[in-house]
């Protein structure tokens, strides 16, 4: 007689490892979408705390702006933080006046000015740097009333082909070169106005500077004001300077004042 013997299989032994695995890509799954879910709000909070501290920083730049175009001075910088209704605070404004005036890049055919009408500043000269390869053509305006003098100026740094103008004086290391205009705020015959700087033939910077403190007003502002927001601080700056005629006033001096002076 054969017998026949049939192996039994424990099932629930095969149920519980599947049971397991499936809680833990369930808990995998969860863990996942949790942790997303708090990175988005901790992002989400992270950029509403910029956006406060952007705008309070906005806030301090906008009040010293004000400051500067009613009272005409240096504004008064801000060293203390100021709260805001948003539950951001303005940290501090800090304000720089400079005599200085320095352009990285004039554009060719482009203007640049110096103010120089001044009832405190003293007579001196005024230093300009600028590329080789380029020429500038400089005006300045005298006068304490119409009709106002105008004188110009013409040089080129580095040979020019066709150009009629005089040689800058040219820094072999800066590959730069630098001249300089007198101006005298309190003289009888009638107080120095303006410089006018013109760029000619390419691109050039530019760099202007006073042979002292006094010779000549503040030609621009710049203004650092920083926000802060929980732990989030922004920094927003800007340079206020006075405006510049366009350059189409070069050519009205020049059709109507006489010849190029040198």
């Keep these: 007689m054969e017998i026949k013997r049939t192996a039994l299989v424990n099932k629930e032994g095969q149920v519980l490892p599947l049971i397991l695995l499936v809680i833990l890509v369930a808990a995998t799954i969860g863990f996942s ?129 066709g150009a009629n103008f005089d040689s800058g004086t040219f ?23 303006v410089i006018r700087f013109r760029a000619m033939y390419a691109d050039t910077s530019l760099s202007v500077s006073p042979s002292a403190s006094n010779v000549i007003p503040v030609q621009s502002t710049v203004l650092t004001s920083t926000g802060q927001s929980g732990e989030t601080e922004r920094t927003v700056q800007v340079q206020r300077s006075a405006p510049v005629p366009p350059s189409i006033l070069d050519y009205v001096l020049f059709s109507s004042q006489g010849s190029l002076s040198k």
């Design 171 to 193: 820094n072999v290391n800066t590959r730069k070169c630098t001249e300089s205009i007198s101006v005298d705020n309190r003289s009888a015959g009638g107080k120095d106005r």
């Design 33 to 161: 979408i949790a942790g997303t879910a708090i990175k988005n709000i901790e992002e989400t909070n992270l950029n509403e705390e910029s956006n406060r501290a952007y705008s309070a920083a906005e806030a301090g730049l906008e009040e010293k702006l004000l400051e500067l175009e009613q009272g005409g001075g240096a504004p008064v910088p801000i060293t203390t933080p100021t709260p805001l209704q948003s539950g951001a605070y303005i940290k501090e404004v800090t304000v720089e006046q400079s005599t200085a005036l320095n352009i990285s890049k004039l554009e060719k055919d482009s203007v640049a000015q110096i103010n120089l009408d001044c009832a405190t500043c003293i007579a001196g000269t005024v230093s300009y740097t600028w590329d080789e390869g380029t020429a500038l053509v400089v005006t300045k305006i005298h006068g304490d009333a119409e009709p106002y003098t105008v004188s110009r100026y013409a040089y080129e740094c580095g040979s020019i082909s």
